[in-house]
């Protein structure tokens, strides 16, 4: 299979134009919806029902405090859904659920992650898929947005330590906004070819004269907030590469516009929270920089491979082809998504690491709903860090100044993700009995694990998916990974939000560090690079780099 | 309660409650816009042979004999009760061979040189269920299938043709020929001539 140099190069354009046309007005949308001070009759209703005042303004520890129990509560309740499935309705027949293979599905759809160690088409019914997996696709990637929003808080606010009311964003960042774009995103994919219905079709015989049972199910419902939320749990176990969940190359563009136009527009949101366009616009420049160069460098190490007794072709569709492909894998690993089109695990080996390092890079460009944009933000207080010392100043960001306590927590954020990884992989490699869950000989089996612990720390969920991990060693191990690469991130920034909340503001003078244009811009894409290629290269270089020359 | 407690209810019954919306009203609503607007597509495009349901147009099918197309090689053997990639390596061992068999079975099937073998027929979809061939392969198909079903070549083409990929999805994706649909449209041919000659 060739690259088409053209079509990508036009389906490139046609994302550009179409988000730099939406990402202003839905940034404008989302910022409204964070700060406005009505309340919808449907939240009224919510709120009632489930006890929340919505009029509280929460101090950041009871903020995370709520963010927690609502986590803890939702993956119990998947949790223990999945073990009871054989009592639950539309259950299609299917029983209880492994139970190591629950606690990790459970773990995985709460934290945004969608790690899929089951075979969805042989494990879960419509029941637990419909009111379980894809709820929690919206309220993960809610979550997301609500911690960011609490971030952005942060820095606006002064002399206080309140972040506002968890409950509230939750609420409206689901209500207002993923809901009403995933109604029409599933109807556009409906008419593409996805499927929205309560049966399969049993075919006595086909064309060629065998047997089938086509599948059915609410899929392209799932399949909307699977994308829009960043999330990439499949209906199906091929993922996107399920000609139900996405069938044409048409809807495969689709689906990559609805990863990103969230994570894009935020932000939009972001500059006007904080009263200047320009701060939105220098994270906006890093982002597309990096997706621009990470997508055009994938369909190259795709298009330009050529194996030793193998050529591009496994695991790709040939309906949907390279270009398709490249975009797609691109997109879903700059951001948490995970979805497939094409097997990664079959991509050309330094596509396969490109891959990775997108995944390294802690998915910044433009990164998960909420999460994209948090991480890229730890990441400017770590270049105005760096800038405040090359020119002597104490560093300030947005007018707070960055000092030790502030660092300290900027400082464990950008550990969490690597150790977990690093030790997970390690870990793993070491133990003959977990590593034989990569069969794959030589290089590749150590991708394949690092692979998953990549994925699993930033919650991303896409899967070299030779390895098998459904047993309790890396189940648990992943599990793990998933948790704390999602929920210590999270503490660390609303602790970061609260400190710099109680802060006054300090008017910026003429020595201040100026956070936007390009100057800053060059900092923070360099300092995202530098980190990242610091802590990864070594274990890169083992993996898909040894692969890539060893043929 | 103390502060904990009151925390984990309120979660509770906030979760109970966004999956009413979520997990039924969304769902159902999506449904019922879909039988609005495509329930063609919605209920997973399904193709008819003489009135009876054949096949979705978006799955493969399994082929034996020499009277169809074939499709690309499948790790889920074609069945869409799963759905599945080889998941191999680029260079891996195991992917060689599978593609060394192919490529030696489909010479031999079309009576050809291992040369001629496109890549998409001897590689396994990233779904297994992938019902698309590329032009080439169509093309190495085409006598086999003229002879077997006692069609004129250019007849064939015609098929080949009218089942190839057009358009938006040919640039975006790529051109590739649906040897679902076309097997459906040789098999009608089939049927008409049949009714023909008795």
């Known amino acids: 299979m060739d690259l088409n140099v053209f079509s990508l190069a036009t389906q490139l354009a046609v994302l550009i134009v179409v988000l730099a046309a939406l990402h202003q007005p839905l940034g404008k949308y989302l910022a409204n919806t964070f700060t406005s001070h009505k309340h919808l009759a449907v939240e009224h209703g919510l709120y009632k029902l489930s006890g929340v005042d919505a009029h509280a303004d929460q101090h950041w520890k009871v903020y995370l405090r709520s963010l927690l129990a609502f986590s803890v509560v939702s993956i119990v309740l998947l949790f223990l859904a999945q073990l009871l499935q054989r009592f639950l309705p539309l259950n299609q027949g299917m029983g209880a659920v492994d139970p190591w293979v629950a606690m990790n599905t459970a773990v995985s759809f709460v934290t945004n992650t969608n790690w899929q160690t089951y075979v969805p088409e042989t494990t879960l019914g419509f029941g637990i898929q419909m009111m379980l997996l894809a709820v929690q696709n919206f309220l993960s990637a809610a979550v997301g947005l609500a911690v960011v929003v609490a971030l952005i808080r942060g820095l606006t606010r002064a002399q ?67 994308l829009l939320g960043t999330n990439g749990g499949g209906y199906f176990n091929a993922n996107s590469a399920h000609p139900f969940e996405n069938p044409t190359a048409f809807s495969s563009l689709f689906q990559v516009f609805l990863i990103l136009v969230i994570p894009f527009s935020l932000p939009a949101m972001y500059g006007r929270m904080v009263g200047d366009k320009r701060q939105g616009y220098t994270v906006l420049t890093v982002m597309v920089a990096f997706w621009l160069a990470s997508t055009i460098f994938m369909s190259w190490a795709i298009g330009a491979f050529n194996g030793s007794g193998t050529s591009v072709g496994e695991g790709f569709e040939q309906r949907l082809g390279v270009a398709p492909s490249a975009l797609f894998a691109t997109a879903t690993t700059l951001t948490s998504t995970g979805a497939v089109n094409v097997a990664h695990d079959s991509l050309p080996p330094l596509a396969g690491g490109l891959a990775m390092l997108n995944m390294m890079l802690g998915e910044i460009a433009p990164g998960g709903v909420g999460s994209g944009l948090y991480g890229m933000l730890i990441l400017a207080v770590v270049a105005v860090f760096i800038g405040g010392l090359m020119v002597g ?88 990974a998933m948790l704390i690469g999602r929920f210590l991130p999270i503490a660390l920034v609303l602790a970061l939000a609260g400190s710099l909340a109680k802060q006054r503001k300090i008017p910026a003078t003429t020595g201040t560090l100026a956070t936007h244009g390009p100057l800053f811009a060059v900092l923070l894409g360099g300092i995202s690079l530098i980190l990242t290629a610091l802590t990864y290269f070594p274990a890169l270089a083992l993996g898909p780099a040894a692969e890539g020359l060893l043929k | 309660m103390n502060a904990y407690g009151r925390q984990l209810f309120t979660a509770l019954r906030f979760l109970l409650c966004a999956t009413l919306l979520l997990g039924l009203a969304y769902p159902a609503l999506v449904f019922g816009l879909g039988q609005l607007v495509a329930p063609a597509q919605a209920n997973g495009s399904i193709i008819t042979a003489g009135g009876q349901a054949a096949g979705s147009s978006l799955l493969a099918q399994p082929v034996t004999g020499t009277a169809y197309f074939f499709p690309r090689p499948s790790a889920v053997g074609w069945d869409p009760a799963t759905s599945s990639a080889s998941n191999l390596g680029p260079n891996q061992a195991a992917l060689v061979e599978a593609m060394a068999t192919n490529r030696a079975e489909v010479a031999a099937r079309e009576k050809t040189s291992m040369d001629a073998v496109p890549v998409d027929a001897v590689t396994a979809s990233g779904s297994g269920l992938d019902p698309d061939i590329s032009p080439a392969y169509a093309a190495l198909q085409m006598p086999r299938v003229a002879a077997a079903n006692g069609l004129s070549e250019a007849a064939v083409q015609e098929l080949i043709a009218e089942n190839t990929s057009t358009g938006v999805n040919a640039f975006l994706g790529q051109s590739s020929v649906n040897t679902t649909t076309l097997n459906a449209a040789l098999a009608a041919v089939q049927k008409t001539a049949k009714g023909l000659r008795e």
């Open chain 1, 393 to 480: 100043r104490t560093p300030e960001f947005l007018g707070k100044k960055i000092g030790a306590p502030q660092m300290k927590l900027v400082a464990l954020y950008i550990l969490v993700t690597p150790t977990l990884v690093l030790l997970g992989t390690a870990i793993t490699v070491a133990t003959p009995a977990l590593a034989a869950a990569a069969p794959a000989e030589g290089p590749h089996g150590f991708s394949e694990i690092l692979y998953a612990f990549t994925s699993a720390a930033n919650n991303n969920g896409s899967a070299f998916g030779g390895i098998t991990s459904s047993g309790p060693g890396l189940a648990t191990m992943l599990a793990l």
């Open chain 1, 160 to 226: 206080t330590s309140n972040l506002g009311n968890f409950w509230v964003d939750l609420a409206r960042g689901t209500l207002r906004v993923l809901l009403p774009m995933a109604i029409v995103g599933a109807v556009v994919l409906i008419i593409t070819g996805v499927i929205q219905n309560w049966g399969g079709t049993n075919i006595h015989t086909l064309v060629t004269g065998a047997q089938q049972t086509v599948p059915g199910g609410p899929v392209a419902s799932q399949e909307a907030i699977k």
